[in-house]
C-alpha cells in the first residue's frame, strides 16, 4: 500500500528521529534541550520540514502520513520531557554534592553536665559525710529572728538594714546566709552534733566580676565536748585540700564575726594572679600590668569564715556554753568553683553559656 513517497518521507522521519537523540544525549542543560526542541519541533523546525513532503503524496495517502508524523512528534516530545527531567534532576544533585559532604562527621551532640557550683556541693558533702557529718537542708526565707537575732547580731549590725538584705517582711528575710541552720539544727538535735549544710544565700550586692546577689554557701557546725580551733582547722584544711589537691595554699586570717569567738577569714590563693595580685593585660597597644580583677589585687580569695561558736549563740539556743564548745565555718561554693576551675568572672555561672559546663566536667 506504500509508495515511494510515504516510504521516503518515513525514511526522512527515521533520520530526523535519529539525529534528535543524538542533539538530546548531547545536550546537557535545559537550555541546550530548549534549543534541540526549537530546531526539531519549532515552527521552522525539521518536522516541519518534513511535514511538507505530505504534499507531494498522492492525496488518499496524506492523512496517513499526517498520522505518523504526529505520532512521530508525540514520541519525541515524551523523550525531550524524560531528558528534562534527567538533566535537572543532575543538577540538583551536582549542587547538593557542592556543599554536603555526607561522610563529614557532625558536631557532637551536647550531653550536659552538673554545674560546677552543684559539684562543688556534692563534693563537699562527701568528704564532710565520711567523716560522719550529715548533711541538712534549710529554708531559703528566713524569720529575721533566726538570721540575726540568735547568731548575736544585734539590732544595729549593718547587715539588717534593707539595703544590704532583702526583706520580704519586717521579721521575714531572704536568708543572708546558711548560718540560721546552725539554729534550727542544734535546736533541734543534740549535743552532740555535726552538720553541713549547702544552700542558697541573699544579698543586696551590686553585680561584677566576683559578687552575685544570689549564692551559694555551704555551713559546717560541729558542737560537743572538747571540741577546739584545732579541729575547724583540720577539718577544712582537709576539705580544700580534697577539693584542690594536697599542694592547695590555704590561708587562715583572724576576723570578726557576732556568732564566732575566735573567728577566722579562710582564704586560697587566686587563681587568676596566682597570688601576685596582678595580672597582664595585652592589646595591639602593647602590654600593661593592671591589678587583678578576681582577687581585687590582694592575691588570696575569700573562701569564707569560720571561728569557735559563740557562748551567746549556744544559749540561744539551750546549749550549756561550760559544757559543750564547736566550730562552725561558711563557705562560698562559687568562690571554690572559680579556685578550682580558674574562671575569673563569677557572672559566668548564671549566664548559662552554651557548654559552659560541659566544658568544665
Ligand atoms: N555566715 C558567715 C558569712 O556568710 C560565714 C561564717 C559561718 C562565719 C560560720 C563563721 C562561722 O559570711
Known amino acids: 500500500m506504500t509508495t515511494t513517497g510515504m516510504n521516503e518521507l518515513e525514511a526522512n522521519l527515521a533520520s530526523l528521529t535519529a539525529r534528535f537523540r543524538d542533539a538530546v544525549s548531547n545536550a546537557s542543560d ?10 526539531f519541533l519549532g515552527r521552522s523546525g525539521a518536522v516541519t520540514e518534513v511535514r511538507k513532503g505530505i504534499g507531494k503524496l498522492p492525496p488518499p495517502e496524506r492523512p496517513g502520513a499526517g498520522k505518523v508524523i ?14 528534562l527531567a534527567r538533566v535537572e534532576r543532575a543538577a540538583l544533585n551536582a549542587s547538593l554534592e557542592d556543599t554536603i559532604d555526607v561522610t563529614f562527621p557532625g558536631p557532637p551532640a551536647n550531653t550536659g553536665a552538673i554545674h560546677p557550683v552543684r559539684r ?10 565520711r567523716h560522719g557529718f550529715a548533711v541538712v537542708l534549710g529554708p531559703e526565707i528566713e524569720t529575721d529572728a533566726n538570721n540575726f537575732d540568735a547568731l548575736n ?16 517582711r519586717p521579721d521575714l528575710v531572704l536568708r543572708t546566709h546558711t548560718s540560721p541552720m546552725q539554729v534550727r539544727s542544734m535546736r ?31 555551713e559546717g557546725l560541729m558542737v560537743g ?9 583540720g577539718m577544712l584544711v582537709g576539705m580544700l585540700r580534697d577539693l584542690f589537691g594536697p599542694s592547695a595554699d590555704v590561708r587562715f586570717r583572724p576576723s570578726f564575726f557576732p556568732f564566732t569567738e575566735p573567728s577566722a577569714e579562710v582564704d586560697v590563693k587566686c587563681p587568676a594572679c596566682a597570688g601576685t595580685g596582678v595580672v597582664q593585660l595585652r592589646d595591639a597597644n602593647g602590654s600593661a600590668e593592671v591589678q587583678c580583677r578576681t582577687c581585687g589585687g590582694s592575691g588570696w580569695i575569700e573562701i569564707g569564715g569560720s571561728g569557735m561558736v559563740h557562748p551567746n549563740v549556744l544559749r540561744s539556743v539551750g546549749y550549756d556554753p561550760d559544757a559543750v564548745t564547736g566550730w562552725a565555718f561558711g563557705c562560698g561554693l562559687e568562690r571554690i568553683a572559680m579556685k578550682r576551675h580558674d574562671i575569673n568572672d563569677i557572672r559566668a555561672f548564671i549566664e548559662n553559656a552554651p557548654g559552659f559546663a560541659e566544658g568544665l566536667a
Open 30 to 39: 535545559a537550555r541546550a534541550l530548549d534549543d534541540v526542541r526549537v530546531a
Open 153 to 168: 547580731i544585734p539590732p544595729d549590725h549593718p547587715a539588717r538594714e534593707g539595703l544590704d538584705s532583702f526583706y520580704l
Open 70 to 83: 504526529n505520532e512521530a512528534v508525540q514520541a519525541l516530545e515524551g523523550e525531550l520531557t524524560a531528558a
Open 225 to 233: 565536748r572538747g571540741i577546739h580551733f584545732g579541729h575547724l582547722k
Open 120 to 129: 562543688v556541693a556534692i563534693d563537699v558533702a562527701r568528704y564532710f559525710t
Open 188 to 218: 533541734k538535735h543534740g549535743p552532740p552534733i555535726a552538720i553541713i549544710v549547702p544552700g542558697k544565700a541573699y544579698r543586696r550586692d551590686a553585680i561584677d566580676a566576683r559578687h552575685l546577689y544570689m549564692f551559694h554557701q555551704v
